[in-house]
């Protein structure tokens, strides 16, 4: 209680004309860290005449949530797992700051639900992505956003979970997060211009059939065209296509802080593309963090 009436008192300071004063107190609440936005919310609601008052809450929230934000990627790095879906809602609160974590796992969890009833382990590598993309292509409707490619909506989990639509990364995320949780080995590919899955060959399957391969993947699956087969022979000429290198990574799955980077990168050109500095400029800093 104490604590609150001397928040209070600080918020009421957001407004004195001196920026000394002023600077001393925004200094004061950032300090208090997540637990002062309620009482800072309140105050706006309750002074909606006092814009200047307003855009200096604003302001405060903001820079809490983004110092949340970097704090928590952070903690993602460190982690051992780097669960994909974890770093993805941080970054999608930091855009969206009101969003459930777990009502967002539980629509996942829901997706994954309806695969595993059809899955079992007498079926092939080719039947179960079968499987998979009848429940998420043609059951949930996922699709690529081939008209708003490079939308940002398109890198944001609540949005590409209500629309159901995405660009090649985040599709991917959602599908190989589901066949990883099936215990279906199923990863990531940064390829140039392009983000695909790789399906590992985890019963060796190509030397059975005498198709030797280096990558140690069976086939690959290109979730932005409704998870369509692509063989080692289609990357070769994608690159060749692009006039790129070859290069061993283009055929292996990546790391999560890899697939994680790329999607703020994505992001990044998204709002370079809309001339929003502001977000720009913020992206850079997360990006930078999980170097």
């Given at each position: 209680?104490?604590?609150?009436?001397?928040i209070?008192?600080?918020?009421?300071?957001?407004?004195d004309?001196?920026?000394?004063?002023?600077?001393?107190v925004y200094?004061?609440?950032?300090?208090?860290?997540?637990?002062?936005?309620?009482?800072?919310?309140?105050?706006?609601?309750?002074?909606v005449?006092?814009?200047?008052?307003?855009r200096?809450?604003?302001?405060?929230?903001?820079?809490i949530?983004f110092?949340?934000?970097?704090?928590?990627?952070?903690?993602?790095?460190?982690?051992?797992?780097?669960?994909?879906?974890?770093?993805?809602?941080?970054?999608?609160?930091?855009?969206?700051?009101?969003?459930?974590?777990?009502?967002?796992?539980?629509?996942?969890?829901?997706i994954?639900?309806?695969?595993?009833?059809?899955?079992?382990?007498?079926?092939t590598?080719?039947?179960?992505?079968?499987?998979l993309?009848?429940?998420?292509?043609?059951?949930?409707?996922?699709?690529?956003?081939?008209?708003?490619?490079?939308?940002?909506?398109?890198?944001?989990?609540?949005t590409v979970?209500?629309?159901?639509?995405g660009?090649?990364?985040?599709?991917?995320?959602?599908?190989?997060?589901i066949?990883?949780?099936?215990?279906?080995?199923?990863?990531?590919?940064?390829?140039?211009?392009?983000?695909?899955?790789?399906?590992?060959?985890?019963n060796?399957?190509?030397?059975?059939?005498?198709?030797?391969?280096?990558s140690?993947?069976l086939?690959?699956?290109n979730?932005?065209?409704?998870?369509?087969?692509?063989?080692?022979?289609?990357?070769?000429?994608?690159?060749?296509?692009?006039?790129i290198k070859?290069?061993n990574?283009?055929y292996?799955?990546?790391?999560?802080?890899?697939?994680?980077?790329?999607?703020?990168?994505?992001?990044?050109?998204?709002?370079?593309s809309?001339?929003?500095?502001?977000?720009?400029?913020?992206?850079?800093?997360?990006?930078?963090?999980?170097?």
């Amino acid at each position: 209680m104490e604590e609150n009436k001397a928040i209070l008192a600080l918020i009421q300071l957001l407004e004195d004309p001196d920026e000394n004063v002023f600077h001393h107190v925004y200094q004061q609440l950032l300090a208090y860290g997540s637990k002062v936005i309620p009482i800072l919310e309140s105050s706006w609601e309750l002074d909606v005449k006092n814009l200047e008052h307003q855009r200096r809450i604003e302001q405060l929230i903001h820079e809490i949530q983004f110092s949340e934000t970097q704090s928590k990627l952070i903690n993602w790095k460190n982690t051992e797992e780097k669960d994909l879906i974890d770093a993805w809602i941080i970054i999608t609160n930091w855009k969206y700051p009101g969003i459930n974590k777990e009502i967002i796992k539980d629509k996942i969890d829901t997706i994954k639900q309806d695969v595993w009833l059809e899955i079992n382990e007498q079926q092939t590598a080719y039947e179960k992505v079968k499987i998979l993309n009848k429940i998420f292509f043609n059951y949930y409707k996922f699709k690529g956003n081939n008209q708003n490619y490079h939308s940002p909506l398109n890198s944001y989990l609540n949005t590409v979970l209500e629309t159901k639509q995405g660009n090649p990364l985040s599709l991917s995320i959602i599908y190989s997060y589901i066949a990883q949780k099936l215990s279906i080995p199923i990863y990531g590919v940064n390829l140039p211009n392009h983000f695909i899955l790789a399906y590992l060959d985890e019963n060796k399957v190509n030397n059975l059939i005498g198709n030797e391969t280096n990558s140690g993947v069976l086939f690959y699956i290109n979730a932005f065209s409704n998870g369509s087969i692509l063989y080692e022979e289609d990357i070769r000429n994608f690159l060749s296509q692009l006039k790129i290198k070859d290069h061993n990574s283009y055929y292996e799955p990546c790391a999560n802080s890899l697939i994680i980077q790329r999607m703020i990168i994505n992001l990044i050109a998204s709002y370079q593309s809309l001339g929003n500095k502001e977000q720009v400029d913020e992206l850079l800093i997360l990006k930078d963090l999980i170097k």
